[in-house]
């Protein structure tokens, strides 16, 4: 494990782009009069963003690069093109979002891939036995997988989240209805809130929790490979999870051929280490968990939506000296 002692400002830290006003006005088109009325006016507002956001644009330029050249799939590498392709597709991302809060996008419209039954074992706790861990990823869409959840199923499902950084978009989708959310701010994990999610796994509750992004606190993280370049990965998932003695899942939602699919698959049944052990059973754990999702961004190369250098270590918070 190493310590972040980049200077680069921290992803959390970032200030939200645009006005509530704007993202009102582009919600209420897209829901009364459609998405490709709204079409010619997106195109405008994302090319003002991609234009005004050189760091954005270098980071997704490195992470097209860097999956080209991992995968030997030179089609792949960035141009002007592809890499406004890629904010063209989270724009789409954050309209989707709305129609699965306002109920546009149901549960029947979604593919599930689950071949060893997570969904059951999800469904089944509400009545039975402890929860589980969902790690979940910031490649894809992950609201769909949330909204189906707590609309469609209806199971007990805790998002651990580090959103105060949008709260305008989220003020938008508490509009929608994400506020029937079980949303747990997140910002170190402190003997108090470890106390209360293990008490939610012992009722049966499931958690879920970003796996791919450093948190703001906590000075710690996992270096490992990740498409041919070690990057930070938190390391909170991978504690929690051993602390806890619940098995963890991995959770991914993509659009494909413009269909959702959800992919479920168990990682870890029994997350335990030896004595002394900890650090490098967290970072096996870590380095798994970076393979299987540079696989799935092969499968979506341009729904990877982290706008921010994700190889150089971020700088963090010391919550010692705040």
């Given at each position: 494990?190493?310590?972040?002692?980049?200077?680069?400002?921290?992803?959390?830290?970032?200030?939200?782009?645009?006005?509530?006003?704007?993202?009102?006005?582009?919600?209420?088109?897209?829901?009364?009069?459609?998405?490709?009325?709204?079409?010619?006016?997106?195109?405008?507002?994302?090319?003002?963003?991609?234009?005004?956001?050189?760091?954005?644009?270098?980071?997704?330029?490195?992470?097209?690069?860097?999956?080209?050249?991992?995968?030997?799939?030179?089609?792949?590498?960035?141009?002007?093109?592809?890499?406004?392709?890629?904010?063209?597709?989270?724009?789409?991302?954050?309209?989707?979002?709305?129609?699965?809060?306002?109920?546009?996008?149901?549960?029947?419209?979604?593919?599930?891939?689950?071949?060893?039954?997570?969904?059951?074992?999800?469904?089944?706790?509400?009545?039975?036995?402890?929860?589980?861990?969902?790690?979940?990823?910031?490649?894809?869409?992950?609201?769909?997988?949330?909204?189906?959840?707590?609309?469609?199923?209806?199971?007990?499902?805790?998002?651990?989240?580090?959103?105060?950084h949008v709260s305008q978009f989220n003020r938008l989708l508490g509009e929608a209805g994400e506020h029937r959310m079980r949303l747990i701010q997140v910002t170190e994990l402190d003997t108090a809130l470890m106390m209360d999610l293990a008490?939610?796994?012992?009722?049966?509750?499931?958690?879920?929790?970003?796996?791919?992004?450093?948190?703001?606190?906590?000075?710690?993280?996992?270096?490992?490979?990740?498409?041919?370049?070690?990057?930070?990965?938190?390391?909170?998932?991978?504690?929690?999870?051993?602390?806890?003695?619940?098995?963890?899942?991995?959770?991914c939602c993509l659009k494909v051929d413009g269909r959702y699919r959800i992919e479920l698959e168990p990682y870890l049944a029994a997350p335990a280490w030896a004595r002394g052990k900890r650090d490098e059973a967290i970072q096996s754990w870590?380095?798994?968990?970076?393979?299987?999702?540079?696989?799935?961004?092969?499968?979506?190369?341009?729904?990877?939506?982290?706008?921010?250098?994700?190889?150089?270590?971020?700088?963090?918070?010391?919550?010692?000296?705040?």
């Amino acid at each position: 494990m190493t310590e972040a002692a980049s200077t680069a400002p921290h992803w959390a830290r970032q200030k939200e782009r645009g006005s509530f006003v704007l993202m009102k006005i582009t919600a209420v088109i897209a829901r009364r009069l459609g998405r490709r009325v709204l079409s010619p006016l997106l195109h405008v507002i994302v090319l003002y963003f991609f234009a005004s956001s050189r760091r954005g644009r270098a980071a997704i330029r490195e992470y097209q690069t860097r999956l080209a050249t991992w995968s030997g799939r030179p089609e792949l590498q960035p141009t002007t093109r592809r890499v406004f392709g890629q904010f063209m597709a989270f724009a789409e991302c954050l309209l989707d979002r709305l129609d699965v809060w306002n109920g546009t996008l149901r549960l029947e419209q979604v593919d599930m891939r689950d071949p060893h039954g997570v969904r059951q074992q999800l469904l089944a706790s509400q009545h039975e036995g402890r929860g589980q861990i969902l790690v979940c990823t910031h490649l894809g869409n992950l609201d769909v997988c949330r909204a189906m959840a707590e609309l469609g199923e209806q199971v007990p499902l805790n998002v651990l989240v580090h959103n105060q950084h949008v709260s305008q978009f989220n003020r938008l989708l508490g509009e929608a209805g994400e506020h029937r959310m079980r949303l747990i701010q997140v910002t170190e994990l402190d003997t108090a809130l470890m106390m209360d999610l293990a008490q939610r796994i012992d009722r049966g509750e499931w958690l879920a929790i970003a796996g791919d992004r450093v948190p703001l606190h906590g000075e710690r993280c996992v270096t490992v490979d990740f498409l041919g370049h070690p990057a930070p990965f938190p390391q909170g998932p991978w504690l929690m999870a051993g602390l806890l003695r619940c098995p963890v899942n991995l959770i991914c939602c993509l659009k494909v051929d413009g269909r959702y699919r959800i992919e479920l698959e168990p990682y870890l049944a029994a997350p335990a280490w030896a004595r002394g052990k900890r650090d490098e059973a967290i970072q096996s754990w870590v380095a798994g968990y970076a393979q299987r999702l540079a696989a799935q961004c092969l499968e979506a190369p341009q729904q990877w939506f982290n706008f921010y250098p994700y190889w150089q270590t971020p700088h963090v918070e010391n919550k010692d000296a705040r």
